[in-house]
């Protein structure tokens, strides 16, 4: 089985988002970087799904060269691949970028690399568009399963669980099939040091992009207003209890 | 005319549809409504309240996965050259609305708290990052798809509501279209208060320093009739389990307090809580981040602070038992 997984490097913001002075990105000056949450655990999915059938993985991002850092990362937890679609134009809405990420598919399928599992993750941390994985599925003719907590594959057919409201839909699919993914479908490992040795060893394929035409166009961001409040101290150490339940008691929480 | 989609359970409408009809009536276009499956036709009346003319009632089988809905809401929208089909922020709302753009090759912008016509255009607001960052946007062409955020406008019903015609069709679902398909629902049957519906949310982070620390979360959320929720720095150590994460990429929640502890106010933590109707902090460091957002707070251990809180309750109880 061939198994892609698609990831996207974003910041990592603190308890604060500042916005750049032309107010189109994040100041990123004082920040690390990552993959979303939900993608970090597609592509533990994607190598644990190797490790259980057999086969090979493959790491895909569209982004700068310092993207780099995370197709290393997957590498690392012992993913086979990488390939970086290369861009430093900014603008990549989610159907420019669904476009690009098809496109390299296509090459892939030509040079003999059919892929039977595409995993994405449910929405990017940044841009939440909640679609890149759907459009892709359905530019390559795929069923699509979003918002995946479990997966099971099967000879030639998937089953996914996903969580709603009082318990789990189970849904089934033919492979090959796209699956999107949110955190807690597993606990991601992290890498080991063999492993991150290993990683920087191995090649990045690179596909330069040409820059995109957005049909959905930032105008700007901004960081919304903010609830800030000046806290009561209620007291420091365990002599603060009364203080609290005499809060308790007052919100109702705890009967007089 | 204006599609929205209205999901509902059984035939009521669902809060956060009511939402989304609220803010597509600001849209300046008449509205139908579009709903699916076994009472869908009474959901439509339902919704009359709230500005819709008409209603297509679609009717779909059990089996049927988001996919093949937005199959119809796509055919719908093109037979009535819709400008717009709406839908409210939820999975369900996102994963039809991406469908139905990839299929009408449109665009679907998410999570919009704003949204105004300007010729063949739209200017939107629109949450980034769970909502702790806002993004002014413009998107033009035939159609546009969009979800309303959460909670971004209040439901609001019309004061003069018109009975709605409600048509109803079965679609030609394709081969395709059944390619996905819901084989199952398995309930959860544990009878524990949901996180996202608890009154009172005992939350833990990194200060809690490991699994075992939580007993004293666990003894005070007891004692309380409370839920205990914690931060992602504590699902990825795998101390707990992410079911109980708060935050962007986990559970939102809503009480009518949030006790946080150990927890330092990371911005996709936050998110997760803003629906808290107060914010209790316990923190060893008086300079936390999360502070400048709390109501209350008690600046020490909380392996110290939350046993003494557990013991006072306990003991005011004892001493004095409210009366029946
Ligand atoms: C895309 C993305 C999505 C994310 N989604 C989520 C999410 O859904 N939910 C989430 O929570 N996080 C999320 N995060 C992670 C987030 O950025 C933070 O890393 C995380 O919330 C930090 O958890 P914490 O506050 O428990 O730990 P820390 O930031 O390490 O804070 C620990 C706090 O405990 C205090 N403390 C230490 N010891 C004690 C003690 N004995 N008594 C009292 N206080 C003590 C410290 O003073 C400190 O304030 C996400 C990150 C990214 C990049
Ligand atoms: N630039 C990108 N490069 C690779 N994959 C991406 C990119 N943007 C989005 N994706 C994938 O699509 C998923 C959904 O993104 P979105 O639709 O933008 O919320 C993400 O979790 C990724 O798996």
């Not at chain 1, 995370?70 to 476009?99: S, V």
């Not at chain 1, 007291?235 to 109702?252: C, F, I, S």
């Not at chain 2, 509205?31 to 076994?38: E, K």
């Not at chain 2, 937005?70 to 999975?91: C, K």
Request: net charge negative; proline share 6%; aromatic share 4%.
């Amino acid at each position: 089985m061939n198994v892609l997984v698609c990831v996207k490097r974003v910041p990592a913001p603190g308890s604060r988002i500042v916005v750049t002075d032309d107010a189109l990105d994040i100041d990123t000056t004082h920040l690390g970087f990552t993959m979303s949450p939900h993608e970090e655990c597609a592509v533990e999915e994607a190598v644990r799904q190797i490790e259980a059938h057999g086969g090979s993985s493959v790491v895909l991002t569209l982004g700068p060269e310092a993207a780099v850092e995370q197709l290393q990362h997957a590498l690392a937890i012992g993913i086979d691949r990488a390939i970086l679609l290369e861009t430093d134009a900014t603008g990549w809405d989610a159907i420019a970028t669904a476009d690009a990420i098809v496109e390299a598919l296509r090459t892939e399928a030509a040079n003999s690399t059919p892929f039977h599992l595409l995993l994405f993750g449910n929405e990017a941390a940044d841009s939440g568009d909640y679609q890149v994985a759907v459009r892709v599925a359905h530019a390559l003719g795929m069923p699509c399963v979003s918002g995946v907590k479990s997966l099971e594959v099967g000879d030639g057919t998937l089953v996914a669980r996903r969580d709603v409201r009082g318990g789990a839909e189970v849904f089934t699919a033919p492979l090959p099939a796209v699956v999107a993914v949110k955190e807690g479908i597993n606990l991601p490992r992290f890498p080991s040091v063999p492993g991150r040795l290993k990683a920087r060893k191995k090649e990045i394929e690179r596909r330069p992009q040409a820059a995109p035409t957005p049909r959905v166009e930032t105008i700007r961001l901004r960081v919304p207003p903010e609830q800030r409040s000046e806290a009561e101290i209620l007291g420091r150490g365990p002599d603060a209890a009364p203080a609290v339940v005499d809060l308790l008691e007052q919100l109702g929480i705890v009967e007089r | 005319m204006i599609l929205v989609l209205i999901e509902h359970d059984t035939g009521v409408v669902e809060s956060t549809s009511l939402q989304a009809l609220t803010f597509a009536r600001g849209l300046g276009e008449p509205l139908r409504g579009v709903a699916f499956g076994d009472g869908g036709a009474r959901a439509l009346e339902a919704a009359g309240a709230y500005g819709i003319e008409a209603g297509t009632h679609i009717r779909a089988q059990e089996s049927h996965a988001p996919g093949a809905w937005a199959h119809a809401i796509a055919d719908l929208a093109a037979s009535t050259s819709s400008p717009a089909v709406v839908a409210a922020g939820t999975d369900r709302g996102h994963e039809i609305l991406a469908h139905v753009g990839a299929r009408a090759s449109a665009p679907f912008v998410a999570n919009c708290i704003a949204a105004e016509r300007d010729g063949d255009a739209w200017n939107l607001a629109r949450q980034r990052w769970g909502g702790s960052l806002l993004e002014d946007a413009r998107v033009r062409g035939p159609l546009t798809l969009l979800t309303v955020a959460l909670h971004a406008v209040a439901a609001d019903a019309v004061p003069d509501a018109a009975a709605v015609a409600v048509d109803e069709i079965e679609p030609p679902f394709s081969e395709d279209d059944q390619r996905v398909r819901k084989t199952a629902f398995e309930a959860t049957s544990t009878g524990a208060v949901s996180l996202g519906d608890a009154r009172l949310v005992v939350g833990g982070g990194r200060g809690v320093g490991g699994a075992e620390g939580f007993v004293d979360l666990d003894a005070l959320a007891t004692t309380l009739g409370g839920t205990v929720g914690v931060s992602r720095a504590v699902t990825s150590a795998g101390w707990r389990p992410h079911a109980e994460q708060i935050g962007q990429t986990g559970e939102r929640i809503a009480p009518d307090l949030y006790i946080a502890c150990g927890i330092s106010g990371a911005s996709q933590h936050m998110v997760g809580c803003r629906g808290a109707k107060k914010l209790l902090v316990i923190n060893t460091d008086a300079d936390a981040p999360i502070l400048a957002r709390a109501d209350y707070a008690v600046v020490g251990d909380l392996h110290q602070v939350v046993p003494a809180i557990t013991t006072e309750v306990a003991r005011r109880r004892t001493d004095d038992p409210p009366e029946r």
